[in-house]
């Protein structure tokens, strides 16, 4: 979450540019690790996909947009898939709910490799031309600057979410009347 998948990318893009990686290894590279997330997320659905929801409170799961999701993903998986891939949030849990619903695996693999496809060597290109164009517009500083914002942006909500989660843990009761034991989420 800290470097993102894109982030990574489109770094390659800008060392592919300069003469550092070799282009074709890094969209194959690129097209690979993306399956290879797409993969993993589907697996760990199948397996564990049940008991991860029977974690989840119930003000999640019993909500309209999670009930939604649920049916989206089952019902319309290749465009899950293929769009799922170009949003960050959909990108890591699609490939989860996937394997939770049951999207069958050759339908997903298939799905998930058109959309790396078209989705790595995207973002591998986007940071070939920002390869050719960084030096124009201030050189190094601004690329650390444009890291340091990226980096910013993309753990900010991660950051936020913590520290909401503490402030809630620190003005929680001691006791949880009516509540049994909270289960571990993995058992």
Request: charge should be positive; include cysteine.
């Given at each position: ?53 029977a974690n989840l409170p119930d003000r999640v799961t019993g909500s309209p947009g999670y009930r939604a999701a649920l049916h989206t993903v089952g019902a319309y ?56 164009s960084w030096q124009k517009w201030g050189g190094s500083g601004v690329l650390a600057a444009g890291g340091a914002v990226l980096l910013l942006t993309r753990s ?32």
């Open positions: 979450m800290l470097f993102p998948s894109q982030t990574a990318l489109m770094a390659s893009g800008v060392l592919a540019h300069h003469g550092a990686l070799p282009l074709p290894a890094a969209v194959a590279m690129a097209v690979l690790g993306a399956l290879t997330g797409h993969v993993i997320g589907h697996l760990v659905g199948c397996r564990w996909g049940p008991r991860l929801v998986s290749a465009r899950a898939v293929l769009l799922g891939r170009f949003n960050a949030v959909l990108r890591t849990l699609v490939p989860v709910m996937c394997g939770a619903v049951g999207v069958p695996w050759a339908r997903f693999v298939g799905l998930s490799l058109l959309g790396s496809l078209l989705w790595a060597p995207s973002c591998v290109a986007v940071g070939m031309a920002a390869g050719g900010l909500p991660m950051l936020l979410s913590y520290l909401s989660s503490r402030k809630a843990q620190a003005n929680a009761p001691l006791t949880s009347a009516g509540r049994g034991p909270r289960r571990p989420l993995l058992q």
